[in-house]
């Protein structure tokens, strides 16, 4: 092998580049010095010779009739060749096809011209590995990469990561709990890959993404990985805390037990990864209501109930005492919650409810005595503590209350028929309601 071949092998491996493509670039190098020494209008095309380790320049002309050229066309002796001397040359020649003829004389390369030779190849070079690059690091879209913090620039950090460097945009990080310093080990998600024409490839990374933490769990997590846990959904506020909705399709593995690990290994090396990050690992429900309960854990919810399904929202009331845990520190607890369900979610204490439904059913009553009707029961009278009924619908409860039937003896005069056309009533409500009314009559 001689030592062109030698240095076109080296750089192919330096740069993970294959033969061919390093070659094409040396053919166009030497073509570029060519145009630049002879100046001509000449098409030049160059074949690298193997045997000798040189690129051959070639003249290419392409086969016309001059007389039936396009209008818009003229004759041009340095790339056409008339049909009629092509002929001599190649008996079964067509119009329209390329003759290649070898250069009268190989150029001499001057400093000039193998100046212009160098940097066409290095270009050649870098847009060939770019293009590599960039195909190889789009097949790692939306997966874990590992480097090296090389330089920070305008808190965006510089990462090396083998073949190319990755950006770490300051948007990306989680600055309220990490601080990475030049040369520290780093792990990261590829989230954007951009093809650019100048300075290459550019991979941007993320370290603040909910889908970090998931992939992290896929690499813990033996059962996320092959298919038998599911990740149902991530909702984080990066740095503070996450909530994981997990589901198993094998009733015998427990979803969240999977995920925790033996001795809470899994979770504790996710943990150990965001830098103390609290996660809660959640189990999804297919039942809405459920699903809100399980997300606000570990508050325990009275009832929730749904607001306006078009704009989705519900209503979550709790006892006191629970309050402030659903909530959470600066309303974290629900904001998570709300954003893993999908729902806008408004906490409300029970006390806080009671007084809505006093205010809603005061405001009822004056408007009935505005328009001459009569209130057989003031509002302070009325007994609204009808959450703890077994089997009845909290949109029942609420309308009893509004409508002033919230005793014994109201619901005693109050026909059954009256009661089914209450919204969400059925007869299974019906008979707890009545049951509830004797109780209460009697005592």
């Known amino acids: 092998m001689n030592e062109i071949l030698q240095a076109i092998e080296m750089v192919g491996r330096e740069k993970g580049l294959g033969r061919e493509i390093i070659i094409e670039a040396l053919e166009e190098a030497m073509v570029a010095a060519a145009k630049k020494v002879l100046k001509t209008n000449k098409k030049i095309i160059g074949h690298f010779n193997p045997d000798n380790g040189e690129v051959e320049l070639f003249s290419l002309m392409t086969v016309v009739d001059p007389e039936n050229l396009p209008e818009e066309e003229e004759f041009n002796e340095d790339v056409h060749l008339p049909y009629d001397e092509a002929l001599r040359l190649a008996p079964d020649i067509e119009i329209g096809d390329a003759l290649e003829f070898p250069l009268e004389s190989t150029p001499q390369m001057g400093r000039i011209a193998a100046q212009q030779a160098k940097q066409v190849l290095t270009q050649k070079i870098r847009e060939a590995e770019r293009e590599i690059i960039y195909e190889e690091f789009k097949e790692k879209l939306g ?3 590992n480097g090296i913090v090389k330089r920070v620039e305008r808190g965006n ?7 190319t460097e990755a950006i770490l945009p300051i948007s990306e990080q989680v600055r ?17 890959v951009r093809d650019q024409a100048k300075g290459g490839s550019q991979i941007v990374l993320s370290r603040s993404r909910p889908e970090f933490v998931s992939k992290l769990f896929l690499m813990e997590v033996p059962e996320i990985y092959d298919g038998t846990v599911m990740i149902k959904g991530v909702a984080r506020d990066a740095g503070e805390r996450t909530k994981i909705a997990v589901a198993s399709k094998d009733k015998e593995v427990d979803p969240i037990g999977a995920c925790i690990g033996m001795r809470g290994m899994r979770v504790q090396a996710v943990t150990r990864e965001l830098r103390g990050e609290k996660i809660d690992i959640i189990s999804f429900k297919e039942d809405l209501t459920d699903y809100v309960k399980a997300s606000l854990a570990p508050a325990v919810i009275t009832r929730v109930e749904v607001i306006d399904t078009e704009t989705k929202r519900m209503e979550v009331i709790v006892s006191e005492d629970q309050l402030s845990l659903c909530i959470g520190k600066k309303g974290q607890n629900v904001k998570l919650a ?18 809505e439904l006093l205010a809603a059913m005061a405001s009822g009553k004056a408007q009935e005595a505005a328009e001459g009707g009569e209130s057989e029961q003031a509002p302070e009278d009325v007994e609204v503590a009808l959450p703890d009924i077994p089997g009845v619908p909290v949109k029942v409860l609420e309308a009893i209350v509004l409508k002033g039937w919230a005793n014994g003896e109201a619901l005693a005069e109050i026909s059954d028929e009256e009661l089914l056309a209450l919204p969400q009533m059925n007869e299974r409500a019906l008979k707890a309601l009545r049951a ?6 009697d005592s």
């Open 143 to 145: 997966t874990i990469i």
């Open 157 to 163: 950090l510089i990462v090396d990561i083998g073949r």
């Open 176 to 192: 309220r709990t990490e601080r990475f310093a030049q040369g520290e080990r780093i792990r990261a998600l590829i989230v954007e």
């Open 338 to 355: 709300g954003e893993l369900v999908g729902w806008e979610l408004s906490v409300k204490s029970e006390s806080t409810k009671k007084e």
């Open 436 to 441: 509830w009314a004797g109780e209460r009559r």
